[in-house]
């Protein structure tokens, strides 16, 4: 009787083997499992798991506190905003005899009011470590007479920054009027500006030709009446992220310098200011009737300011962010440039020209900027000069303080005539 081979037996095999196709050589036999060495990425990753557990665990303590601190920051925004809002809406409803008596100085007093609003806003960023830097001309030294500021626009942190940067130029923002998007006229923040005279305006070609009649009129019946100074404009129409793309179709299509930090300005709303608040020349000095009327109210517009606001490593900070403060402590760096009126073209093709001019200048500033971590000297010089805007802390606490006592002190006074009438 013949034993039949075990599988795994040299007989077994060497029996395989003669039942195998012919030309196909034997798999080389595998390694025992505990033997093989462990494969390469696999330990990376492992590693790598370990490293990124690690980073979380000790970053658990500074995110929590992140959280923390942006929950009671809201609460205080929200607060805040209640007290502050209705304060004023208060104030300037128990005002309006005097409006009807001396509507100067109803808006001065209302122009007062709105520099706080705005200086408790700026100040939301101020202690989140948001501060700013200012570059180029000090508009300190027109912040009496009518400009025009053309901001390049890149995220709601935007308004946010000017806020706090014309803070301590005199009363600048208390006679400023902004344009900005109609969809901020349904923020919190709305009412206020309707009240102080802001003008909102609707984006987009089906609204163009109406908002600038719009627009127009606007200038016509507040900004006289109501003493403004200054107008802060942003020309590009829209966010930096949002019109880039289409801005540069169009450059493209028209044989213009393609732009990357910037898009090209839209004219229509800066020819209309222009129209409307500079005095036509006539042989190189205002007309009579101009002439007359500025003598009795104000010189006119005197100055375009070209502001550019940049950010470090091109992240723009939003609205979310400068409320919050979950960011970390960060300059915005702010350039100036005057340009008197009178260098300006008012014409509509020369005034096109000007502001494509003055994008094209913006771009440059902002690729040295993202390039160096600084703007260019002007011409003529060998280094830029920066000066650090600062708040004062004791101003802050003085306005707060007068917003929460106001507020209490409304509450008291609604609450005692509801009970008389109730």
């Not at 390469?40 to 601190?69: C, N, S």
């Not at 920051?73 to 300037?92: E, G, K």
């Not at 930090?261 to 009579?288: D, F, K, M, W, Y």
Request: charged share 20%; glycine share 6%; hydrophobic share 45%.
């Amino acid at each position: 009787m013949t034993a039949t081979p075990r599988p795994g037996t040299p007989a077994t095999a060497a029996a395989a083997a003669q039942h195998r196709a012919p030309g196909r050589r034997p798999p080389a036999p595998l390694a025992p499992a505990l033997h093989r060495p462990p494969s390469a990425p696999a330990e990376k990753d492992r590693t790598d798991a370990h490293v990124r557990m690690a980073v979380t665990l000790e970053e658990a303590p500074w995110l929590g506190w992140i959280l923390v601190k942006a929950l009671l920051r809201f609460a205080f925004m929200v607060a805040n905003n209640l007290v502050a809002l209705l304060s004023y809406l208060c104030y300037v409803i128990v005002l309006q005899p005097l409006r009807l008596l001396d509507s100067k100085r109803f808006w001065y007093i209302e122009g007062l009011m709105y520099k706080w609003l705005l200086g408790m806003v700026a100040s939301w960023g101020w202690y989140a470590g948001y501060t700013v830097m200012e570059w180029g001309d000090d508009i300190k030294a027109v912040s009496k007479d009518e400009a025009v500021m053309l901001v390049n626009h890149q995220a709601t942190g935007d308004v946010c920054t000017l806020m706090m940067c014309l803070q301590d130029k005199g009363l600048v923002v208390a006679q400023m009027m902004w344009l900005m998007d109609h969809i901020f006229k349904y923020t919190n923040f709305g009412i206020v500006s309707l009240i102080h005279g802001d003008f909102f305006i609707r984006q987009g070609k089906s609204h163009r030709d109406q908002q600038l009649l719009l627009l127009k009129k606007h200038l016509e019946n507040n900004y006289r009446s109501r003493d403004r100074k200054w107008i802060v404009l942003f020309p590009e129409g829209g966010f930096l992220r949002k019109r880039r793309e289409t801005s540069q179709a169009f450059a493209k299509k028209n044989n213009l310098p393609f732009l990357t930090h910037v898009t090209l300005p839209r004219i229509g709303a800066t020819n209309i200011i222009l129209s409307a608040l500079v005095a036509r020349q006539e042989n190189g000095s205002p007309s009579e009737g101009d002439a007359k009327e500025l003598e009795s109210k104000s010189k006119g517009l005197q100055w375009i300011i070209d502001t550019t606001i940049a950010y470090p490593k091109a992240e723009p900070i939003d609205i979310q962010t400068w409320i919050l403060g979950y960011r970390k402590p960060t300059v915005t760096h702010v350039h100036y440039r005057i340009f008197p009126i009178k260098d300006v073209p008012l014409e509509t093709d020369g005034l096109s020209d000007w502001l494509y001019q003055r994008f094209i200048e913006k771009e440059e500033l902002l690729s040295h900027f993202y390039e160096t971590g600084a703007f260019p000297p002007p011409k003529g010089q060998k280094e830029a000069v920066s000066r650090e805007m600062t708040l004062s802390n004791m101003w802050i606490f003085l306005i707060q303080s007068f917003a929460f006592l106001s507020g209490y002190m409304w509450y008291k006074i609604i609450q005692y005539f509801y009970h008389c009438l109730f």
